[in-house]
Every structure is written in C-alpha cells, then in structure tokens.
C-alpha cells in the first residue's frame, strides 16, 4: 500500500496534543552590525514615551540585578562560612540571573527594532543598556571560565536537558501466553504508517488479554510492515510464539474469521467499508457473521474503558476474531503510555524499526551529525488547515517558528538540528536564515539525495528498499528517536511515534517538547 509522503499522518484529523507555555526570545545584536530584521514603517509607530518608559525599567533591572550579585559577593567574603561557588543554589542564582538578563535582552533588542533611526537618542540609550547588559551576563560567566574551573562547568550551568527518568520497576504489565489455537487477527484502517503501528500495539494488549496469538495483516489488505519492523522480533521479546504472518496464518488453517467485534460502532461499524470487505475476501478470507459491537462507542468521543470491561466484552469461544479498528480506544492508557508498553517482554520495546533501518539511522548521524544534535519534526503538508480548525492552531509563521527553535538551541546548547518535514523547500529555506543563535546561523539538515561516494545509506540499496516511502518515514522517525532533544509537530501522530520511541528507548529529555509549546500562531488566517 503505497503512500505518497513522507511524513505520513495528513488523514490524522482527530486529536491534538494540549501544549504549554514559552516565550519569546532574541534577534540580533544592534551592537554586532544592527539588525537585519527591521520594519522601520511600520514600527516607527510606537510612541517614545512607552521607549523610555521600559528603558528606565530595564536600567532599574539591570541595577538590581548587580546589586543583588555586589551584596551577594560581599556577604561571602564577611560571613563566617564559605558557599561553595558551583553550589546547587549558588547555581541557580546564577541560571535565574542570566534569564532575567535574557529576557530584558529580548525586550531591549525589540525597542532597538521598533525605533527608527529618527529617534537617534533613543537608541543610542538602548544600545548602551544592550551592551551593559552582555557585560553583566559575561561577569556571572566569567568565575567559570577561569581558575580551575573547566569549559564544561559552563556548559553543565545551562544543562537542564537530562534523560527523563522512566521508572521501569514501577511498570505495570500484564503476561501474553496465548494459546496456540486462538487467533485475533488485527484490523487497522484509519489514517496512515504511524496510525496503524499505534493500532497494532494495541491490538497486542487485547490479544494478551484475551489469550490469543495476534495475526499480522498481509500487505495486501494493510501496509508492508516487515519493510520497516522485525515482526519476529517480537517473538524473540516474549519468549514464544505470539505473532504470526497472514501468510504463515493461512498455512496453518483455511483463513476465515469466525467473529468479526467492532470496538466502535459509529459512525461505521469497525470504520471498514466494502472496499476492505472486498479486500478481506480477495485474500480468500471468509467471515461467518455480520460485523458487530459489544457496545455504543462513538470514534469521536471514545469513553475511558477498563481491562474488566475489554475481557468480558470481546471473550469468545471461536478459533478466530477479528477486532478493528482500535487505534482511537481510549483503552488502559496508564497502562499503554509506559515505557515498554503493558505487555511483560525483555526488550526495551516490541514495536521498533528493523536491523536495517536502525543500522542505517546510526550511520547517518555519524556522519552527519554526531552525538549532540536536535531533532525536529517540522510538519506543513496539509497542516494548515487542520491546525487552524483547532484551538487553539498549531500551525506557526515561519518568523515564530524559527524563534522557538532558536531557544530550544540556546537551551540544550544543541550543534546541529536533524529536520524531518514535509515542507516545501521556499518555507525550509527561509527557516534556515532565521534560526540564529549568538549571531550564527544553527544548520538544519536534511537527509541528502542519494550520492554513490556516500556510504551510510548503502544497506538500504543492498537490499532493493531505498525508495520506499515508508522506509524513508520510518528513518526519519529512528534519528529522531536518537536525539539529544526533539522538537515535535502538535496533533501529529508522527510525532507520537517518535515519542513513544524515545519514551520505550529511553532517550527522552526534560527539554523534548512540541513546537512553540503554550504560544498561539502571531497570525490566524480566517475559515473559509
């Protein structure tokens, strides 16, 4: 089944992730070359009053700050106890400092862009404050770049991008022992790739729970999924044999299903359509009964539903089940969003990219990348629309993006940004330009158009899959699983993918977020 994009959930339609809350931050330095940025016509209109108003802030602010460090300083050296100067609380004085400094920076550097050179005095003011500003940021910095004290100090003053600690002996996990004449087999319709990996994890769950051996869809009917993931892999997690091919399914019995279970019954019972009956039956797979539900569950509002309820619900005598579809259930979720999953097995987890793509993935970020670099999924392609639907949008300007990602730059101290997108090449372009940190430009790179003299893609040419879209999304999910930190698109399954990834691989960071988390769009187009 053949799709078209890369970044493959355009169909994803229903849910978007709630988001929290940054700011804005810093454009370049008047006091560097001046900005490159300015809309003298259109700023010029801000009254000076209101300049001079929050520069007579800022000074205040800046006196403060210095202050607080003078007094600080002098009562260490009178006090009869010496503070460790890399002391936990020493350190945080010093991270609070620098982000008040670096806000009042922003806010300088926007008074410097909203005046125009008219206004002569004005900024002449603001670029002193600016400067007297970078010299007071330089002065807290300076007692660790000095002494016996390392480069790395520094670095570990602005380190708050630490693994997430995932508690895996508080995982709660249930065994998967199935027998061996029982089969569920798995039915996952909606959207695309990254929908259906999430539906057949779930459909794990319910196989466990209900004792059965969990038959793969044929590529016929569902996607390729031995192009991107080791299904017998999952096998070797848990010890025996619970997955099965279609085709090793059809082997072993004439394939019918004997009971066809709906976990939703509207709007469309099991969200199939003739179509994929007709699909089913193209297979040589006959069904008994006519589909039905054990209940009324709308796939818009799906209700919370327990472990209890799923086994006496979907308990059958019957050799063959079929369930479908289930990635919307609303099933256990304390249970599915641990690391590893609900299922009790040895690996990190069951749904993971194939020795092919993983190899692939790491020898990409050798030699691209290295061990420090951020990852972004930056999706476009029929974004816009969905996220405008939304409230609030998730679908920013470019300028506001670029701002957001600069921070997260400044943030985890990030080399390099991996960036998995769909965009079209004039919106990435400009993107690039604008992603500027200490006056450098923060390079996004993006996965290159095959070259003969480049090697790290090889294994996938060796074995004949290299143009496969979804082995191209699938590796683009795996380096961004590998990141330092990874900025996500909101309300895009993709990007829950790669969560999940990070979450069972245990790569997440404190700093992993989506993108300009807890800001609106600066601009809303109106419905049409």
């Known amino acids: 089944m053949e799709r078209n994009?890369?970044?493959?959930?355009e169909e994803d339609h229903q849910h978007l992730i709630p988001q929290n809350d940054t700011r804005s931050r810093h454009r370049e330095d008047p006091t560097n070359g001046g900005s490159?940025?300015?809309?003298?016509?259109?700023?010029?209109?801000?009254?000076?009053?209101?300049?001079?108003?929050?520069?007579?802030?800022?000074?205040?602010?800046?006196?403060?700050?210095g202050l607080i460090f003078l007094f600080t300083d002098l009562r260490q050296q009178f006090s009869g106890f010496k503070v460790d100067p890399l002391s936990s609380r020493v350190k945080e004085s010093e991270l609070r400092a620098?982000?008040?400094?670096?806000?009042?920076?922003?806010?300088?550097?926007?008074?410097?862009?909203?005046?125009?050179?008219?206004?002569?005095?004005?900024?002449?003011?603001?670029?002193k404050q600016i400067s007297l500003n970078k010299e007071i940021q330089e002065a807290l910095l300076s007692p660790h770049k000095t002494g016996n004290y390392s480069g790395s100090v520094v670095s570990n003053l602005y380190e708050r991008c630490v693994k997430v600690d995932q508690k895996l002996s508080d995982r709660r996990t249930v065994e998967w022992k199935p027998r061996s004449d029982k089969f569920l087999f798995a039915i996952c319709l909606s959207g695309q790739m990254s929908n259906h990996l999430i539906c057949l994890?779930?459909?794990?769950?319910?196989?466990?729970?209900?004792?059965?051996?969990l038959v793969i869809p044929s590529s016929k009917f569902d996607y390729q999924y031995d192009r991107v993931i080791d299904v017998e892999r999952i096998n070797t997690c848990l010890g025996r044999n619970v997955v099965v091919s279609f085709d090793q399914f059809k082997k072993s019995r004439p394939p019918h299903i004997d009971r066809f279970i709906c976990y939703f019954s509207s709007p469309q019972l099991c969200y199939v359509d003739d179509e994929h009956i007709k699909k089913l039956k193209?297979?040589?797979?006959?069904?008994?009964?006519?589909?039905?539900s054990p209940w009324s569950e709308d796939i818009k509002k799906p209700s919370k539903r327990n472990v209890d309820e799923v086994q006496r619900s979907f308990k059958s005598d019957d050799d063959v089940i079929a369930i479908g579809d289930v990635f919307y259930a609303d099933m256990e979720q304390d249970w599915v969003m641990q690391p590893g999953g609900p299922i009790n097995h040895k690996c990190k987890t069951l749904i993971e990219p194939n020795k092919l793509i993983l190899l692939t993935a790491q020898r990409f970020i050798q030699t691209f990348l290295g061990n420090n670099f951020i990852a972004l999924h930056f999706r476009r392609h029929g974004f816009l629309k969905f996220c405008n639907a939304k409230a609030p949008s998730c679908f920013y300007p470019i300028p506001q993006a670029a701002e957001c990602i600069a921070?997260?730059?400044e943030r985890s101290n990030g080399a390099v940004i991996y960036l998995s997108t769909d965009a079209a090449e004039s919106e990435t372009s400009l993107l690039q330009s604008l992603v500027v940190v200490d006056g450098k430009i923060v390079p996004l790179v993006k996965r290159p158009p095959r070259n003969s003299a480049e090697k790290w893609d090889a294994l996938l040419y060796r074995h004949g899959i290299e143009?496969?879209?979804?082995?191209?999304?699938m590796l683009d999910k795996t380096i961004c699983a590998m990141s330092s930190v990874f900025i996500g698109a909101s309300g895009s399954t993709f990007t829950e993918d790669i969560l999940r990834l990070r979450k069972d691989w245990g790569t997440s960071s404190m700093c992993d977020e989506y993108l300009c988390r807890g800001e609106e769009p600066n601009f809303i187009a109106e419905d049409e």
């Open 282 to 292: 193209g297979l040589g797979v006959s069904i008994e009964r006519k589909l039905e």
């Open 98 to 127: 620098l982000y008040l400094l670096r806000q009042q920076q922003v806010e300088l550097l926007s008074i410097w862009n909203g005046t125009t050179s008219a206004n002569s005095s004005v900024r002449v003011a603001v670029a």
């Open 407 to 409: 921070r997260m730059v």
């Open 201 to 213: 994890e779930k459909h794990m769950f319910f196989a466990a729970l209900l004792d059965r051996v």
């Open 467 to 473: 143009d496969d879209s979804q082995v191209d999304a």
């Open 36 to 65: 490159s940025f300015q809309i003298e016509d259109i700023l010029s209109r801000r009254k000076i009053s209101l300049n001079k108003r929050y520069l007579l802030a800022a000074v205040s602010l800046t006196i403060s700050i």
């Open 5 to 9: 994009s890369s970044d493959e959930d």
